[in-house]
């Protein structure tokens, strides 16, 4: 399965951005989807989660700006990131794997996931 992340970009703070993230076919029937973001030199920390039933968990540095959603009909998931801040600024990797493999609960473990995307970039200037 591939993961396509498309949606990033430069923005100033305050504004807004949504990533996307399309999935190339039919994927576990339980799973886990999110957002990873990397800086440079600092390991991929989760952003948000979401779950094959619907359950959604958030890091708490963009709990209250960003909502993680999906379109099951499309195959794509979506990260809309609201009065974003320069700290938001990284890399953004979508990742998923089975549920019964990985869980959305904070901290979510990088390492554990198998299936990424190539990330897209966001900047946010203050």
């Known amino acids: 399965v591939q993961l396509v992340e498309s949606g990033g970009g430069s923005v100033q703070a305050g504004g807004s951005l949504r990533l996307s993230c399309a999935v190339s076919?039919?994927?576990?029937?339980?799973?886990?989807m999110g957002w990873f973001r990397q800086t440079p030199g600092k390991e991929r920390a989760g952003v948000a989660f979401?779950?094959?039933?619907?359950?959604?968990t958030y890091g708490d540095s963009v709990k209250g700006r960003f909502t993680i959603s999906k379109d099951n009909a499309k195959r794509t998931l979506y990260l809309q990131m609201n009065t974003l801040k320069a700290e938001d600024t990284g890399m953004y990797y979508c990742?998923?794997?089975?549920?019964?493999?990985?869980?959305?609960?904070?901290?979510?473990?990088?390492?554990?996931?198998?299936?990424w995307g190539q990330g897209t970039q966001v900047t946010v200037s203050s």
């Open positions: 076919r039919s994927f576990y029937r339980d799973y886990v």
């Open positions: 979401i779950t094959s039933d619907g359950t959604i």
């Open positions: 990742a998923a794997d089975w549920g019964g493999r990985v869980s959305p609960r904070f901290p979510v473990a990088a390492a554990d996931f198998r299936y």
